[in-house]
């Protein structure tokens, strides 16, 4: 079976995306992932394989100054959730408190050490005060959720450091709207470029087999109106969560609940030629699938590596670059992912030139078409990056493992 074959198409009628265009601005997005904040040892930063190995506190504050002093344009980070280490907060402290402090620790760091630039965080599956994959809100903890840790920590809202309601205010980012219980937003990142931050914990199936498929419904209503308004808007629309769609390789059944998965594509069907991305962490390392529509364009679901390494990954992180065609379009024109090799963060590769060299022209959509045209092999290039430039763990993609979906909406 040739490689590009082991993906699942998963296809919707779409508009394709535009190769090039005359642009009149861009926007800088840096996004981090799986932090995993509080272990009580060093982190090895180039790990043979996968441990006990999440991020101490001091390894983490240098990392973060370190990335802080690199010469690069950010208008604002995403942080796609996990911050709770995996094994000290529930092993050792096994309470809300610990947890609280673990959060506490990540949203000052953040904001402490990128004080000029917002900062957005995505609820990941490790943040609950209740234990790992539970719900985002605590009824009997005092703190109650990450979003209220975040403004205890001197955030402005739960979700954007930087605060500032769209309603209230022109300046970006803006939060358009938040929703405190069950956590998630949508926030103006600049003019018609719109986010949409989803807790897919909730579509989470280990969430959904123990606490019963605890409803999901409110929010995949939510995000159809959102994708409806960003339509009627004519807003470009990029999606963050921390789950992402597609199998668990250890488990090798899907991370979603079918159910949530089905409404899920259906939002994205009303308005799939406005949808950027999907972007999303979880599995701490370097890799990528992707949304086929009918005419086989290509809605990108992207994944950020983690800092903590404890799968095995190098720490890493992504920049991304959005530009504005004349026509007032965004465009997700590429991304480079900085790895942390020989003792400092640097690029590890920059997605078209590494998967279509020869077009520079190409935005990452349109990169990702060409490959699946032409029957390139995308999984033997994804293996040279899968673990994150990490020296002493080659590991390719499991073979025959399917990482994300290829999705076909019909």
């Known amino acids: 079976m040739q490689a590009w074959k082991?993906?699942?198409?998963?296809?919707?009628?779409?508009?394709?995306?535009?190769?090039?265009?005359?642009?009149?601005?861009?926007?800088?997005?840096?996004?981090?992932?799986?932090?995993?904040v509080g272990a009580l040892k060093k982190m090895d930063p180039a790990p043979t394989g996968n441990g006990l190995n999440d991020l101490d506190v001091e390894t983490f504050q240098q990392y973060l100054a370190q990335i802080e002093k690199l010469s690069i344009q950010t208008d604002a980070i995403l942080v796609l959730g996990d911050l709770i280490d995996h094994f000290d907060a529930n092993i050792i402290f096994g309470n809300a408190a610990a947890r609280e402090k673990q959060l506490q620790i990540n949203f000052s760091q953040f904001q402490q050490?990128?004080?000029i630039t917002p900062i957005i965080y995505v609820f990941g599956n490790h943040d609950t005060l209740l234990g790992d994959n539970q719900a985002f809100f605590d009824n009997d903890y005092s703190s109650h959720s990450p979003y209220e840790i975040a403004m205890q920590s001197g955030w402005k809202t739960g979700s954007l450091s930087s605060g500032?309601?769209?309603?209230?205010?022109?300046?970006f980012p803006c939060v358009i709207t938040e929703n405190?219980?069950?956590?998630?937003s949508a926030i103006y990142l600049t003019k018609k470029l719109r986010l949409i931050n989803l807790?897919?914990?909730?579509?989470?199936?280990?969430?959904g087999r123990t606490y019963h498929g605890e409803n999901y419904n409110d929010e995949l209503i939510w995000l159809s109106q959102q994708i409806l308004d960003a339509k009627d808007q004519q807003d470009s629309v990029l999606i963050a969560m921390h789950i992402p769609p597609g199998m668990d390789v250890h488990s090798?059944?899907?991370?979603?609940?079918?159910?949530a998965m089905q409404a899920f594509l259906q939002a994205l069907k009303q308005y799939?030629?406005?949808?950027?991305?999907?972007?999303?962490?979880?599995?701490?390392?370097?890799?990528?699938?992707m949304i086929v529509n009918e005419n086989k364009s290509i809605i990108p679901i992207i994944l950020t590596p983690g800092l903590s390494t404890s799968h095995g990954n190098a720490p890493a992180f992504k920049d991304f670059l959005l530009t504005q065609n004349a026509e007032?379009?965004?465009?997700?024109?590429?991304f480079t992912t900085l790895s942390y090799i020989k003792n400092q963060f640097q690029p590890l590769y920059q997605f078209v030139s590494s998967y279509c060299p020869d077009h520079s022209e190409f935005n990452i959509s349109a990169c990702l078409q060409y490959l699946i045209q032409t029957k390139q092999d995308i999984i033997s290039i994804m293996n040279q990056y899968y673990t994150a430039g990490n020296p002493n763990n080659h590991s390719p993609l499991p073979d025959d493992d399917i990482i994300h979906y290829m999705i076909n909406l019909k």
Not at 275 to 282: E, R, Y
Request: hydrophobic letters at 45%; a negative charge; proline letters at 2%.
């Open 113 to 115: 050490t990128f004080n």
């Open 328 to 334: 007032g379009k965004w465009i997700l024109k590429d």
């Open 6 to 36: 082991k993906f699942i198409l998963i296809s919707v009628a779409v508009v394709f995306f535009q190769t090039t265009s005359a642009q009149d601005s861009v926007f800088h997005l840096r996004v981090f992932s799986d932090t995993h």
């Open 199 to 207: 807790n897919s914990v909730l579509f989470d199936d280990e969430y």
């Open 272 to 289: 799939p030629s406005g949808i950027l991305a999907v972007l999303a962490g979880h599995t701490h390392m370097e890799a990528m699938g």
């Open 164 to 171: 500032g309601d769209c309603g209230k205010n022109n300046a």
């Open 252 to 259: 090798k059944k899907p991370f979603w609940q079918q159910a």
């Open 180 to 184: 405190a219980i069950n956590g998630f």
